[in-house]
Nanobody
């Protein structure tokens, strides 16, 4: 079994910061890539930021310059540092991991963590 557990969400005022964490556990051969997605009420889930196993990153335009994605490979942990938060960043944030296990490769998702930014 593979589990992704997010933490770090909460309520913050506009202009504030939060850091999300996602710990990956289980029987894993290799983590190929990881990412953060978000879904606001009434909207589709969208990619926020992604990072590959060699450290290449990409960001959605609305968060460029404000959010930073990173990993601690020794701890199988993914982070998202969110600065200068805006009310439009309010959403449930989900961790995603592209993982190779002994018998194949699969996408895994965390349960989500709520981020609410008040104006």
């Amino acid at each position: 079994q593979v589990q992704l557990v997010e933490s770090g969400g909460g309520l913050v005022q506009a202009g504030g910061s939060l850091r999300l964490s996602c710990v990956v556990s289980g029987s894993i051969f290799r983590i190929n890539a990881m990412g953060w997605y978000r879904q606001a009420p009434g909207k589709q889930r969208e990619l926020v930021a992604g990072i590959t196993s060699v450290g290449s990153t990409n960001y959605a335009d609305p968060v460029k310059g404000r959010f930073t994605i990173s990993t601690d490979n020794a701890k199988n942990t993914l982070y998202l540092q969110m600065n200068s938060l805006k009310p439009e960043d309010t959403a449930v944030y989900y961790c995603n991991a592209d993982i190779t296990r002994r018998f194949g490769r699969q996408d895994y998702w965390g349960q989500g963590t709520q981020v609410t930014v008040s104006s």
